[in-house]
């Protein structure tokens, strides 16, 4: 397709593009700014520079806050609670996903439209009018504020999405290859491993990390069906306090952004495509 | 399983072959079954439960006053000027968030489509902001715009030339705060507006456009006769998608604003009802209004606009 | 053609997965064992937070259970800043019935609402006159519910008048003796400074707003046993508006800061040491946290809202309930007595800046060199005269609805206080949304 494009629309391009990446980037960079601000320099404008952006002086203050420090008890507990219930919820439903969109893709069976349709609306489904019912059974069976507690609604938000996105990878997969293997002399196991499994496993992957994303952006259910012993990050974040009741959590709380947000960029940088053609084949099918 | 069958035989009877349909179909549930119903129980209940707690007056802190009330919670939310009043918020986040998103995630779409340098390095980074967490994006852009912590401010007066207020409170009233909200919501859906536009621009068919530009077609031209009517589908599943998303918002005005200055929006008001007031049963009927809300939107796009969303999964 | 595909085995351990999950949890939560009794005290930010060292509620904490001589530890949990937060982190683990909650420090607002509905343990009667002995009326009164103690008075708050005496020195006001809100704005204008208040949509504002109306002689709730059919509101009286008029014009003149309508606490004090801070109505822990010259500043009793008639301080602070379901109710309430015993009053006092609940603790040395000239004696008085926010269950929806109405401040006219009271009482006899 770039072969077609002359050099000065390439040029006028690029330079189209320059713009796109910096609004992209000045609101990472200004967590990470304010991240590095100490309590001083947050409440007045002359200890930093670039119009009260980048400190003048960079300090990891707020970073000890969140590991060592005061905030640490909220923290560190809330960044083990999100990595648990999202790689569990994320497991869960990209094994049981891998079920569903595998029988819709490959089998002819009734109810592939209802199965599809229905992912569709429980996605749609505004997730706040799930927290009060959840909340009242939770605390009668005693769910609430538990790892479960969280990792069921959960399944809520990913498995619909998981089974979306990998019924359409899973159409894209030449199937015949199976058996063209199993002609071939391959055992039907052989056959699964060696050429089924690698072209549905980039599949299964991509969708694991979008569905890991979702979970972890949740803030909705973490901040209503939990306390202290299941809370995960975004909604700790909404509940930090600085080092004492007298400074505002301002740099803990962007300490802790910039932490949250590290995982994801290196699954941004690393599978860049893939995750492309997860988003957009769940919803776009040619 | 049952299945053995279809791979003994290479002839092929009518029978065998509806042996094997059936085979298939019994296969088909006992794969996809479970994830259809975990995903059933873990929302239909709710659902359920929610219908039938709306029709008490029913507070928390106050079981022994639970009070059977019919649908009375929902006239009563439905005649309320704050009911309408988030409605009205929560609509116009959705239409200006989308606005912007459609434009600007067209151009970034058109962008990535044909730009060379920095290719990779653009849909990196533009995929950035939509794997940010919500509510570190509403923080962000909080904090960037309070008057005491934030650059918005210094900038805007540098570029005024010293005209532009150094203390304008952007959270002091209704529309500078859903401005910071819809600009935290903009930045950080816009990219997968462009990717699922992106998609769509791939679809269009490359030498259609060259026949119009051999034709004399203007840029403009091209793009509206051409560009949009071949990429209507992606666009319109584009738009469903951002709006049933918009109506639900919830995170970034609950960081920003907490709902102040008539900032609040349907789902924040659920959540006051339910979370903050305890009034389980008022709070129960607006959740059950915003999913017919939401539902009703689909089946606008669905029926209205035509969108065919399960379309590309079937018969291949 | 599906042969070997392992569907079944797998489904099944996707289901243990679950099971597993479920039962790592069940695990999790089962801390029962011998040795000294594990308390947790879900304790609201002061000034060390969870850091023991720092003379906050974690360091009683950590004192209270080494002199404990083995029968209980506390560790502390910390609340969100807002008391509104705090409430609702409250209210959830209370409602979800747990048995964790053994001390909490709840915010006198909403001590009524909780304990009406029984979610606190009551206090021993055997105890009662310890945890009594000594107080300040106010906060004796605040931890009442139907005329029983419910709650442990911890600490007793109040807000006083503070100043920069270079600004007041050029405005050429007297705050030797109490000054009016109107003889405060004028001044604050005349020297181009400004009144830090707390006028964001939070409890805050409610604390201000029933200051006002209560030093003009009103109530806003006139009687706060009613259940919520038959309650009585006075804000649509002479008083509400005077208040709201108060209101007004601290915002129409600007003197409140560019961000009145969010400023709670800490954006007030951050106004006032700035170089345009002048005055500020705030708690006492404001002196131990300037973070400016101390020397130039001084404190007054709360200004009063019309001339002539004394101000009604407002009363706050914290009381220390113990949870219903908790496994030990009897030893977190001997917790609470050593707590809030004398030398821990005056030791949390100095620490934390925040004033005692024993009266006995303002006239140790300690306490007069942390609020020195005449500032400890100042508090006292003015826990005297302070008023507590409406002892009402419902003050929850009262208050939420008293800042809508009074949101943002720009906004409020004369007809504010009416509009409000309609709209509480629709409110609370469910008509009305919040």
Known sequence: METNVSDKVKTWLGVASIPIMVWTAIPLLWILATSLKSTAALADSTQNILGNFWPKHMTLDNYRLIFTGGASDLFVPALWHSIVVCLVSTVISVILATFCAYAIARLDFPGKGVILTTALAVSFFPVIAMVTPLFNLWRQIGLFDTLPGLIIPYLALTLPLSIWTLSAFFQQIPWEMEQAAQVDGATSWQAFRKVIAPLAAPGVFTTAIIAFFTAWNDFVFSSNLTSENARTVPAALAYFTGASQFEQPTGAICAAAVIVTIPVVILVLLFQRRIVSGLTSGAVKG | ?316 | MHRGFRRRRTAVAAVGAVLAATALAACGSSDESSGPARLTWYINPDVGNADPTKGGQAQLAKECSDASGGKYTISVQLLPTSASDQRIQLLRRLAASESGMDLMSVDPAFVTEFAAAGYFAPVPTSMVDEFTADRVQSAIDASKYQGKLIAVPFWANTQLLWYKKSVAEKAGIDLGEPVTWDQLIAAARKTNTSIGVQSALYEGYSVWINALVAGAGGKIVENPDATYENIKLGLDSDAGREAAAIIAKVSSTGVGGPAMGTSQETQSLDLFTSPKGGFLVNWPYTYAAYTGDKSDVGAAIYPRTVEGKDSAPPFGGIEIAVGKYSKHVSLSYQAAACITDEQHQAAYMVASGNPASRKAAYDTDAVKKAFPGGIAALIRTSLDDAVPRPLSPYWGDISTALQQKFSPPGAVTEQTPAKAQQFILDVLKGKRLL
Not at chain 2, 211 to 222: E, I, P, S
């Open chain 2, 1 to 316: 399983m049952t299945t053995d069958s279809a791979a003994t035989g290479t002839t092929r009877t009518k029978a065998r072959l509806s042996d094997r349909a059936r085979g298939e179909r019994a296969l088909g549930w006992r794969l996809a079954g479970p994830a259809f119903v975990i995903m059933l129980l873990v929302t239909l209940y709710p659902i359920a439960y929610a219908v039938y707690l709306s029709l008490f007056n029913y507070r928390l802190t106050d079981p022994a006053g639970r009070k059977f009330v019919f649908l009375r919670n929902y006239l009563t939310a439905l005649t309320d000027p704050l009911f309408w009043q988030t409605f009205t918020t929560t609509f116009i986040i959705v239409v200006v968030t989308l606005v912007f998103e459609l434009v600007l995630g067209m151009a970034i779409a058109m962008v990535m489509n044909k730009v060379v340098w920095p290719r990779k390095t653009l849909r990196t980074i533009v995929l950035i902001p939509y794997s940010i967490i919500t509510v570190v994006s509403g923080f962000a852009w909080l904090f960037a715009a309070q008057v005491s912590t934030g650059f918005f401010n210094h900038w805007l007066h540098v570029f005024t030339f010293g005209a532009w207020n150094l203390e304008y409170d952007w959270f002091g009233g209704r529309w500078s705060s859903l401005t910071i909200i819809c600009l935290s919501e903009i930045w950080k859906t816009t990219p997968f507006m462009s990717l699922l536009l992106l998609a769509g621009l791939a679809q269009v068919d490359s030498s259609m456009e060259e026949a119009a530009k051999v034709d004399g077609a203007t840029w403009w031209q091209r793009f509206y006769k051409v560009i949009l009517p071949n990429m209507k589908a992606a666009l319109m599943v584009a738009v469903l998608f951002r709006t049933l998303d918009a109506v639900r918002i919830y995170d970034n005005p609950y960081i920003m604003t907490g709902g102040a200055n008539k900032t609040m929006t349907l789902s924040m008001l659920v959540a006051n009802e339910t979370i903050n007031r305890v009034e389980i049963g008022m709070g129960s009927a607006l959740a059950v209004i915003l999913f017919i809300i939401v539902l009703i939107i689909a089946f606008i796009f669905v029926r209205g606009f035509k969108v065919d969303l399960t379309g590309g999964t079937r018969g291949r």
